[in-house]
C-alpha cells in the first residue's frame, strides 16, 4: 500500500506563473487535507476535501488558491498568479472515511515550490 | 479555538540521555493528539497518536502522555540515539468532527550529538 503521493516535489515557477499541486491519497482513504509550510514558520491548515466535495476551506487565502479532489484521479491545489510569498513547502495528508476523529493523518513527502 | 504550543523550539542532548519533550493545548475538550516527526526537507512521519480516553501510548523508546486537565502532552524519547535527530511536532484537531484539520506547535528540533 503505497503511501501518499505529492508531485511534484519541487517546483519552480516565475511571477505571475499557476502552480499545480497533486497529492494522490492513500488507498482507500477518501479525506485530503492540505497544509503549507512557509520558511521558518510551522504547518497550517489550508482545506480539507473529500471526494468531490469542500469540507473546510478556512485555511486558505481567498484570493489565487483553490483546491478541488475529483471523483476520479488527485486532489489538485492550484495557485494562480503565483508570488515570492507563496514559495512554502506543501503538504497533503490523508485519513480514511470510518471514524473521522479517531484516525492518524498520513502525509505526504510534500511539494516544495519556489517562486522567482 | 484551539492553540499549540511547544517548548523548547531547540534541544540538543548527548547521545544515550533520556529526554521530555513538551506541548501545551489551550482547548480541553481535546479529541486526540499526534505527534509526528519531521526530518529537514521530508514529510512528517506519524508516531504515536493518543486518544482523549487515553493518559499515555507507547512505541519502542518513544512514550507519549495527555493530561486534559492541565492541557500537556509529553514525548518521552528513552535512550536517545543521533539518528533521533530532527524535528518533532505535536498536532491536534479543534473538535471532533474536525477530523484531521490540524493544529500544529512550532516543533521542537532536537540534536542528539554522539
Known amino acids: 500500500n503505497a503511501g501518499v503521493m505529492q508531485n511534484p516535489r519541487h517546483l519552480v515557477r516565475r511571477r505571475g506563473q499557476e502552480a499545480r499541486l497533486r497529492c494522490s491519497p492513500m488507498k482507500g482513504h477518501s479525506h485530503v487535507y492540505w497544509y503549507r509550510q512557509l520558511p521558518e514558520e510551522g504547518l497550517k491548515f489550508m482545506v480539507y476535501?473529500?471526494?468531490?466535495?469542500?469540507?473546510?476551506e478556512s485555511g486558505m487565502p481567498k484570493e489565487r488558491f483553490s483546491a478541488e479532489f475529483p471523483k476520479e484521479g488527485p486532489s489538485i491545489l492550484r495557485i494562480q498568479q503565483v508570488v515570492r510569498g507563496d514559495s512554502a513547502a506543501y503538504f497533503c495528508?490523508?485519513?480514511?472515511?470510518?471514524?473521522?476523529?479517531?484516525?492518524?493523518?498520513?502525509f505526504g513527502q510534500g511539494t516544495r515550490l519556489t517562486v522567482v | 479555538k484551539q492553540e499549540v504550543t511547544q517548548i523548547p523550539a531547540a534541544l540538543s542532548v548527548p547521545e544515550g540521555e533520556n529526554l521530555v519533550l513538551n506541548c501545551s493545548f489551550t482547548d480541553s475538550a481535546i479529541y486526540n493528539l499526534q505527534w509526528f516527526r519531521q526530518d529537514p526537507g521530508k514529510g512528517l512521519t506519524s508516531l504515536l497518536l493518543i486518544q482523549s480516553s487515553q493518559r499515555e501510548q507507547t512505541s519502542g523508546r518513544l512514550n507519549a502522555s495527555l493530561d486534559k486537565s492541565s492541557g500537556r502532552s509529553t514525548l518521552y524519547i528513552a535512550a536517545s540515539q543521533p539518528g533521533d535527530s530532527a524535528t518533532y511536532l505535536c498536532a491536534a484537531p479543534p473538535s471532533y468532527n474536525a477530523g484531521n484539520m490540524l493544529t500544529f506547535g512550532g516543533g521542537t528540533r532536537l540534536m542528539v550529538k554522539p
Open positions: 495528508a490523508s485519513s480514511p472515511s470510518q471514524g473521522v476523529g479517531d484516525t492518524e493523518a498520513f
Open positions: 476535501l473529500q471526494k468531490e466535495n469542500i469540507i473546510d
